[in-house]
């Protein structure tokens, strides 16, 4: 009985936890089109022989550092879940 129950918490946690990763998933490939996007016309620009800073003043600004760290934080609280669960267990 103990295990359905302790099962049935981990699926939760787990469901939890992949949803998180979807919805920052989701967020970081829309940055990487536009990113790519603001690539292509850059070397377009490039080509031309056309300023960075005309063609494509985005690219510089583009920062994935945030996503990176809302994906660390969210491994970082489904972990501490994790061990928390498993410490609560006796046998």
């Known amino acids: 009985m103990k295990a359905m129950i302790l099962a049935s918490v981990s699926v939760v946690i787990m469901l939890g936890f992949m949803l998180q990763l979807v919805d920052i998933a989701d967020s970081t490939s829309n940055k990487a089109l536009h990113f790519a996007d603001s690539m292509d016309r850059a070397m377009d620009c490039a080509i031309s022989g056309v300023s960075l800073d005309v063609c494509s003043p985005e690219l510089k600004n583009t920062d994935f550092s945030q996503d990176a760290r809302e994906f660390q934080r969210?491994?970082?609280?489904?972990?501490?879940?994790?061990?928390?669960?498993?410490?609560n267990e006796t046998y």
């Open 74 to 87: 969210v491994n970082i609280e489904f972990l501490k879940k994790a061990l928390n669960q498993t410490g």
